[in-house]
């Protein structure tokens, strides 16, 4: 429960993902993104082209990491409902699995979960597609930045302005600075699932909020008595309970069950 809200699987799902992810790697990748000025700082120090390359490289880096985020979300967005609604069907048939099996109805049931289940898939299938032209980009930029740091610091060094020990120091800066924007590449399908089910948590706590606050009521003494009861479903003439009369004692539960175990 939230907030005095009994949560639903769902909502407990969303509840765990909030929680896996800040307390999983993908926080540390944020953290260690923060520090990617320092790492141009210290390759300006060195020279400024160095520096100007290594906020360039970065900055292309940052940009295609936030496309491949804007392209796939609404992909995954959408998949990420589908398996909370999937979880949450399976869930509310298996507390009820008796009632199902006897009233022939889990054929049907399992086909709509299964529905549900490969539409989740399929939205997945179709993030992961996007994704992974946009995921290829940064992985050449990685592979090609020593090849550029050696062209542009063998002009610089014929030119006896960086000294070889300069250019082995920002060849070593420039692999550790790309590797916090690869991490948040890596992490992106984590970051969507995070932001989509802190939207959710965050919704149900809102509406807990906003519901009126019940009264608190004495506890119940005594015997309940029923005299003369009669029930019919809605729309309908038929007689489902009739002149039902009983009593009953504190401490006892009485069900009334029909023939198809409803």
Known sequence: AAAGVMASSGTRNDFNVVRDTLSGRSVTAVIDALWAPLFIIAMT???????LVAAALMTLTALLAGL????????????YHLHAKALEFGQAV???????????????LRDRWAAIHQASLG?????????????ALPRFLRNSQM???????AVLYLNQEVSAAGIFVAMMIMMRSLLPI????????NYTRFFTAL??????????????????LPMLGGAVTVSRVYAAAPGSDRIILND??????????VGVVGSSGA
Not at 68 to 79: L, P
Not at 123 to 135: C, D, E, P, R, V
Not at 244 to 253: D, L
């Open 147 to 153: 090849i550029v740091i050696y062209a542009i610091g």
């Open 45 to 51: 120090a060195i020279h400024w082209v160095f520096g």
């Open 94 to 108: 298996s507390r009820n699995v008796d009632s199902v099996r006897a009233l022939g109805m889990l054929p049907r």
């Open 199 to 216: 939207a959710r948590v965050d919704e149900v706590l809102r509406a807990a909020d906003d519901r009126p606050r019940r009264p608190s």
């Open 68 to 79: 491949n985020y804007w392209i796939a979300d609404k992909d995954v967005k959408r998949s």
């Open 244 to 253: 039902v009369s009983f009593s009953v004692e504190p401490g006892r539960i």
């Open 123 to 135: 939205w997945q299938s179709a993030a992961s597609s996007k994704a992974n032209i946009f995921a």
């Open 182 to 189: 690869d991490a948040l590449i890596s992490n992106w399908h």
